[in-house]
T-cell receptor, first 108, second 114 residues
Framework: EDQVTQSPEALRLQEGESSSLNCSYT??????LFWYRQDPGKGPEFLFT???AGEEKEKERLKATLTKKESFLHITAPKPEDSATYLC?????????FGTGTRLKVLA | DSGVTQTPKHLITATGQRVTLRCSPR?????VYWYQQSLDQGLQFLIQ???????AKGNILERFSAQQFPDLHSELNLSSLELGDSALYFC?????????????FGSGTQLSVL
């Protein structure tokens, strides 16, 4: 069965304290792995798409990497405005499967 | 702004009632997805439409139904509502049926069943 597991469920960081979020997945015929950011009461906002193992994407303080079994979202020197829930999703043939997310809180 | 419009933003109703949620996809997008998000279960895929036709079904209850109209807007109908149906309902769109495209999400409809 296709599945996505994200860890940790919640993470508190001090401003400037770098860390990584994990997304482990099982899917038949991976078409893409996606990272989204979701702020409270809002819809998920697209961050990255990764298509094959070894691929990396960067945007400001965020860097996403992909292996055959998992993806990491690395956050370097985070700021309070990076506080949000980060969602990982994978796609197979027909549908997008989302993980339950990591709630990130960055303290000033 | 993602370009996906959902109405209403908030909906409060009673158990047993029926409601309709509406979604207008981004201009040019042919695929529409519906998701339910509750605190303990994350984003649950309900159903996908592509150019007016049902494309894929997820964990959608028999009390729920959806359709996509010729102008590509979509409606999600929820009937015989129960307390457990209270959740955020999101619509998302993408240009084609391909599953390697990013989804664009609306801002959601917060449904409260009292």
């Amino acid at each position: 069965e296709d599945q996505v597991t994200q860890s940790p469920e919640a993470l508190r960081l001090q401003e400037g304290e770098s860390s990584s979020l994990n997304c482990s997945y099982t899917v038949s015929g991976l078409r893409g792995l996606f990272w989204y950011r979701q702020d409270p009461g809002k819809g998920p906002e697209f961050l990255f798409t990764l298509y094959s193992a070894g691929e990396e994407k960067e945007k400001e303080r965020l860097k996403a990497t992909l292996t055959k079994k998992e993806s990491f979202l690395h956050i370097t020197a985070p700021k309070p405005e990076d506080s949000a829930t980060y969602l990982c999703a994978v796609t197979g043939t027909y549908k997008y499967i989302f993980g339950t997310g990591t709630r990130l809180k960055v303290l000033a | 702004d993602s370009g996906v419009t959902q109405t209403p933003k908030h909906l409060i109703t009673a158990t047993g009632q029926r409601v309709t949620l509406r979604c207008s996809p981004r201009s040019g997008d042919l695929s529409v997805y519906w998701y339910q998000q509750s605190l303990d279960q994350g984003l649950q895929f309900l159903i996908q439409y592509y150019n007016g036709e049902e494309r894929a079904k997820g964990n959608i209850l028999e009390r729920f139904s959806a359709q996509q109209f010729p102008d590509l807007h979509s409606e999600l109908n929820l009937s015989s509502l129960e307390l457990g149906d209270s959740a955020l309902y999101f619509c998302a769109s993408s240009p084609t049926v391909a599953t390697n495209e990013k989804l664009f999400f609306g801002s959601g409809t917060q449904l409260s069943v009292l």
